[in-house]
């Protein structure tokens, strides 16, 4: 939970998700903060199946690396990364490669022709290394920058981890710049930010309600016992260049896990929020418990090709943590993804990574709204490298609800400011239960004409549902005055609720 000091918030008309209790005081009932889970969808990226469709002139050494994607108008952009090895001197490098999609379920690679790879320029590389001789040798996410003052070069923007076979450098994020997103060269060789292991996948984007660029990557800290455990720093900086002391993200409440990934971002209706998937990292010694989980053999095959016990028996899934200052994290100890009832490709380390990004996508029922899509990796570590991509819809605001039973339960929030006429809830509801709204004063007092026995019950499911009163009571008249909401809830679920 954030930390607040109870005098009344002021939201404005701005959207609030309920992925955390910082606006909620008093709990009743059965109502509980709820987490929700992504669908399965189907594959979206089967380069395993026909690598040569998405990597045309794939090499034999190649092992998938992290994704990203996002929406740029009415183009879906994806970037994806493949570890290669300099065959000759065995220097480990990543090529990566892009893909574009007009609905983020089909995807086409379009031969860019800007790197001569094998022997071939017929292929879908859009960042390996530049005439000077800088290549990735990790990370490459790249981000539209949204600042209004981005020079038109910079228009997009990316870290990377770049090496020089014969300038290494220090270890550290480099700045990469391009002005379409497809043509790419290097803005400082030298890295900006040398504090971590980057090992991972290193980010970084705009911030419109604060106006400063955030960053985010892996570094190793201390844990209780004095083991060496994987944790995620962050910094800011006004330019993308000179950046501020790192902080460690904390997490007040939850068990401490490793997280391999962090994929921070803000939620794109509610930038004032940040969420964030990253994959956890368990590592498990090898028993007879972790003989019993899918392709045995194979795990034994993954020890015996990579040299450690770890590659075999440690595990990998997606959970989901939330932000209001891109530090203090709310990080849920249940999974958000889970590996799944599957007999392959889904418990194995280095399985389900979550992209970066949040796009949305038409559903696949007629009628139904948008829905939020993510894309997570399945068969990791494959002697062939056939690592696919699945895709996973959830509802739109619908990462966490307060959830009530047919028992019925309440909650009620801190007192608030507004601006607006009326009020709109996401909510989902059964047959037999519903939603009702009462507006309340500082002491909890119902404002007449806003009780809860005078609000038209929501019934159905909907993104944006007005709320009503009989005779009419309109919510602006209260608008700068602070007023708490009480919720009422009977077998629904509330994702998110603003003033408009």
Not at 269 to 295: C, K, N, Q
Request: aromatic share 14%; with cysteine.
């Amino acid at each position: 939970m954030a930390e607040h000091d109870g005098a009344p918030l002021a939201i404005g008309s701005r959207l609030e998700l309920m992925v955390d209790d910082y606006l909620l005081e008093r709990f009743w009932g059965d109502a509980v903060l709820h987490l929700h889970r992504p669908v399965a969808r189907e594959v979206v990226f089967p380069n395993g199946s026909d690598p040569v469709a998405f990597e045309k002139g794939n090499g034999l050494r190649a092992g998938h690396a992290y994704m990203t994607v996002f929406q740029d108008g009415d183009i879906y952009r994806m970037y994806y990364g493949v570890g290669r090895f300099f065959l000759e001197k065995e220097k480990r490098t990543r090529v990566y490669y892009y893909a574009e999609s007009a609905d983020g379920i089909r995807w086409d690679t379009p031969n860019l022709g800007l790197f001569k790879f094998e022997g071939s320029r017929d292929n879908n590389i859009v960042w390996w290394k530049d005439e000077t001789g800088w290549y990735a040798s990790e990370s490459f996410s790249p981000f539209k920058d949204g600042n209004p003052a981005c020079e038109p070069e910079g228009r997009y923007k990316a870290f990377a981890r770049l090496s020089s076979r014969t300038e290494p450098g220090p270890r550290g994020l480099s700045v990469l710049n391009s002005p379409d997103g497809i043509h790419w060269s290097v803005r400082t060789p030298r890295p900006v930010i040398t504090d971590g292991a980057f090992d991972s996948q290193n980010l970084a984007f705009w911030d419109s309600v604060r106006g400063e660029y955030r960053a985010y990557w892996r570094d190793f800290c201390e844990g209780p016992d004095g083991k060496r455990l994987r944790g995620i720093k962050t910094a800011t900086s006004k330019d993308f260049l000179d950046w501020g002391p790192s902080r460690w993200l904390y997490f007040p409440g939850a068990e401490v896990d490793e997280l391999y990934t962090n994929q921070v971002i803000p939620y794109y209706r509610a930038p004032h929020l940040f969420v964030g998937f990253p994959s956890r990292y368990v590592g498990r010694p090898w028993s007879e418990a972790i003989e019993d989980l899918p392709e045995p053999e194979r795990r034994r095959s993954i020890v015996e090709r990579c040299g450690h016990e770890r590659f075999g028996s440690a595990l990998t899934d997606t959970v989901f943590m939330s932000s209001r200052d891109g530090v203090r994290f709310d990080l849920w100890g249940e999974a958000f993804i889970r590996p799944g009832l599957r007999a392959k490709d889904n418990w194995i380390y280095g399985d389900n990574y979550a992209n970066w990004g949040i796009v949305t996508t038409a559903s696949g029922v007629d009628g139904v709204p948008d829905e939020l899509t993510f894309y997570v990796s399945e068969g990791s570590r494959r002697d062939h490298y056939s690592k696919v991509y699945r895709r996973y819809t959830l509802r739109v605001d619908g990462f966490v609800s307060v959830r009530a039973s047919r028992h019925g339960g309440e909650v009620v929030t801190r007192p608030l400011l507004f601006e607006g006429t009326d009020l709109v809830v996401n909510f989902s509801a059964s047959a037999a239960g519903g939603i009702r709204m009462e507006l309340q004063d500082m002491h909890g007092v119902a404002v007449p004409g806003f009780a809860l026995a005078d609000c038209v019950e929501a019934l159905g499911d909907d993104l944006e549902r007005r709320v009503r009163w009989r005779e009419g009571a309109s919510p602006g008249r209260l608008a700068g005055s602070p007023v708490r909401l009480r919720f009422h809830l009977t077998d629904a679920d509330l994702f998110s609720f603003r003033f408009r």
